[in-house]
Nanobody, 116 residues
Framework: QVQLVESGGGLVQPGGSLRLSCAASGSIFSFRAMAWYRQAPGKQRDMVAR???????DYADSVKGRFTISRDNVKNTVYLQMNSLKPEDTAVYYC??????????WGQGTQVTVSS
């Protein structure tokens, strides 16, 4: 059973930056993809960014040019660097691991609030 623990959320002003971390209890390289999702109140959970095992990076259109996903296979940690934050980025951010078996694993989420 893989455990994912997110950290790094908080309150930031518009235009500010945050870096989220997702520490996995096992090897992240064993997963087909590692991703960040977010869910705002009353809305569905949407993918923000993902990194495939083969190295490809995908981003939601709303965050392209502002967010960067990266991984450290030695530390078994995935990061999400978020720059030029906007109020509409406010949400709970979840780390996701997608296995070759088709199983999804989720972290508990970390709150990001962008407000002046």
């Amino acid at each position: 059973q893989v455990q994912l623990v997110e950290s790094g959320g908080g309150l930031v002003q518009p235009g500010g930056s945050l870096r989220l971390s997702c520490a996995a209890s096992g090897s992240i390289f064993s997963f087909r993809a590692m991703a960040w999702y977010r869910q705002a109140p009353g809305k569905q959970r949407d993918m923000v960014a993902r990194v495939l095992r083969v190295g490809r990076l995908d981003y939601a259109d709303s965050v392209k040019g502002r967010f960067t996903i990266s991984r450290d296979n030695v530390k078994n940690t995935v990061y999400l660097q978020m720059n030029s934050l906007k109020p509409e980025d406010t949400a709970v951010y979840y780390c996701n691991a997608f296995a070759d078996s088709g199983l999804n694993y989720w972290g508990q989420g970390t709150q990001v609030t962008v407000s002046s």
